[in-house]
C-alpha cells in the first residue's frame, strides 16, 4: 500500500530505474520502490526529471506536484484517462439529480462547520463562535441556499486570528492556509480523475473558470485540519512549509479506522460518489475530528 510522501528540495536529478525512483546528487544516491509512493512534491525547479520516470508516475497513478521558483504548488500531474471506464463515470456525473446533489451538498458544509468547531474548541477561542457555529449548523439548508458556510467561515477565521483577518490579506497565516489547501486539492484532483469522473463538473461550485469545481466541494471537510496547522503557526509565531507538509504524516480516523492522508481522502471521496450514484446520504464516510 502506498504511504510515502516524497518531497525532493535540492538539485538533483531523478530518474526511474526498475521499480524505483532514484534520486541523484553529486554525492549522494537514494532509491525508494514506488509501490511505496503517494505523492511526489518536486519542491524546486532545479531539479532534471527524465520522462522515463514521468510516465511511470502517471501510469501508477501517483500524485505529483510541481512547485514554482517561490516554492509554492503551481501544477499537478495524473492520467488524462484515470479509468478503463471513464465514459459510464462521466455519464454517471452528468445524470446525477438536483436533489441528491443538493442533499449530499447541505451534509459537506455540515460536517465542514463541524470541523471548524473543533478546531476552535481545541484551542480556546471565543465560545461564544462556537456556539454561534452550532447555530449555523443546525440552520443548513439543501444546497445551503442561506449560504451558512459563508456565514460560519466569516465568525471563524476572525474568532481563529483576529477580527481585522480576512482570507484576501496577504499575510503568512494565508500563506500556510494557501499552500495548505492547495496540497490538499491536489489530493482531491487524484480521487476524483483515477476514479473516471471530472474535476471541472461540480455539484456545487460552478465557476467557468475553475478546472477544478467537483474537487472544491470535496475537499471542504478537509480544510479544518490545514486551519489547524494555520493555528499552531499563528500561535507559535513561527511559519514554515515543512509545518504545512507534516499534514502527510497524519492519521485521520474514518471508516472505524485510522487511515493516512492519502487513504482517508480516497475512503472518503469513494463514499461521496456512492452517495450520489444510490441517492443515499447514508453512504458517505467523513472524517472524524476527534484527533484534532
Not at 447514508?282 to 472524524?288: A, C, D
Request: glycine share 2%; charged share 25%.
Amino acid at each position: 500500500m502506498a504511504f510515502r510522501t516524497v518531497i525532493i528540495s535540492t538539485h538533483s536529478k531523478i530518474e526511474y530505474s526498475l521499480d524505483y525512483l532514484v534520486y541523484r546528487t553529486t554525492d549522494t544516491e537514494k532509491r525508494i520502490h514506488l509501490d511505496e509512493v503517494s505523492t511526489v512534491i518536486f519542491e524546486t525547479t532545479n531539479i532534471s526529471i527524465t520522462t522515463r520516470l514521468l510516465v511511470e508516475l502517471i501510469k501508477r497513478k501517483i500524485n505529483v506536484i510541481f512547485c514554482d521558483v517561490e516554492h509554492n504548488p503551481s501544477a499537478q500531474l495524473y492520467p488524462l484517462y484515470g479509468a478503463h471506464n471513464s465514459l459510464s463515470k462521466i455519464t454517471e456525473q452528468l445524470n446525477w439529480d438536483n436533489k441528491i446533489k443538493g442533499d449530499v451538498w447541505k451534509e459537506i458544509v455540515k460536517h465542514k462547520i463541524y470541523g471548524q468547531r473543533a478546531v476552535l474548541s481545541k484551542y480556546g477561542r471565543v465560545k461564544e463562535s462556537t456556539s454561534l457555529l452550532d447555530e449555523y449548523i443546525n440552520d443548513v439548508d439543501i444546497d445551503d441556499i442561506s449560504n451558512r458556510e459563508g456565514h460560519a467561515a466569516k465568525v471563524y477565521f476572525n474568532s481563529l486570528f483576529n477580527e481585522k483577518f480576512t482570507r484576501s490579506d496577504d499575510s503568512k497565516i494565508n500563506m500556510v492556509l494557501n499552500y495548505g489547501y492547495s496540497l490538499i486539492l491536489s489530493l482531491f484532483n487524484r480521487a476524483i480523475v483515477t476514479s473516471g469522473y471530472l474535476t471541472q463538473i461540480g455539484i456545487h461550485h460552478k465557476n467557468e473558470f475553475n478546472h477544478f469545481n467537483f474537487s472544491c466541494d470535496l475537499m471542504e471537510p478537509y480544510r479544518p485540519f490545514i486551519d489547524k496547522i494555520a493555528c499552531e503557526c499563528y500561535l507559535s509565531k513561527k511559519f514554515s512549509k515543512e509545518d504545512v507538509l507534516s499534514i502527510f504524516q497524519s492519521e485521520i480516523f474514518i471508516d472505524n479506522s485510522h487511515q493516512n492522508l492519502v487513504n482517508s481522502i480516497n475512503i472518503y471521496a469513494n463514499s461521496i460518489f456512492n452517495a450520489l450514484n444510490f441517492k443515499d446520504i447514508r453512504k458517505i464516510k467523513f472524517p472524524s475530528y476527534n484527533d484534532l
